[in-house]
């Protein structure tokens, strides 16, 4: 019985601390130009597969962490791919 309830103790702080985790972008992290490029060269190739390519405009910076987290696993992007289409993103959405 014991065993039971430790391991449902440790299954709720797992589940606990990977909640946040999953959203892999959570703000600005590369500024080089390099890294923006990439993120450029990735949107324009991954995320006008279902859709047209949205307008960066069209997000604030929280926008698209939001949006992206939706749609970098529809692009199967990885996490560092996702990370620089983020950074492009908000090197170029302001009005
Ligand atoms: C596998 C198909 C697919 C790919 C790839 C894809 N999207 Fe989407 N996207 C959708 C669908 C379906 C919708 C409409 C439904 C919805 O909003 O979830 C959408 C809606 C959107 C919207 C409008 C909704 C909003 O939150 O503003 C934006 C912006 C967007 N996608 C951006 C992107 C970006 C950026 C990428 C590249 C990382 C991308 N999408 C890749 C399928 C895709």
Known sequence: ???VILSMIAGAVFMVS??????AVTGPKYTA????????TIFENS???????????KHDDQ??????????PKAKLSD????MVYDYLISVNKK
Do not use: D, F
């Open 18 to 23: 990977c909640g946040p985790k999953s959203v």
């Open 47 to 57: 995320c006008s597969r279902c859709h047209k390519l949205p307008n960066p405009v």
């Open 80 to 83: 560092e791919q996702h990370q």
């Open 63 to 72: 926008g698209w962490i939001k949006t992206l987290s939706r749609m970098a």
């Open 33 to 40: 130009s390099e890294q923006l490029t990439q993120g450029k």
């Open 1 to 3: 019985m014991r065993k």
